[in-house]
């Protein structure tokens, strides 16, 4: 059995958990839509740093992006 999920567009199989978290983390795979690596801050090159942002993804040629702010996220 295996499993996948996406890492900046780029599909990631693995045998185990462990194995997958550690691809997961990987910083070298870039976004296979802009081609660029992530900011130092872990934000995806192309849309940088957004303020009010508790998430925010440039969709990696795979999907639509989304940015989610604070507030929406707020109890």
Do not use: Q, W
Not at 42 to 70: N, T, V
């Amino acid at each position: 059995m295996s499993i996948s999920t996406y890492v900046r567009g780029n599909k990631i199989i693995s045998k185990d958990n462990e194995d997958l978290a550690e691809k997961v983390n990987d910083c070298t795979l870039p976004c296979i839509r802009c081609g660029r690596l992530p900011t130092k801050e872990g934000f995806d090159a192309c849309i940088g740093y957004i303020e009010g942002a508790y998430s925010a993804c440039c969709g990696h040629g795979r999907h639509e992006p989304f940015i989610i702010m604070e507030e929406k996220c707020a109890l």
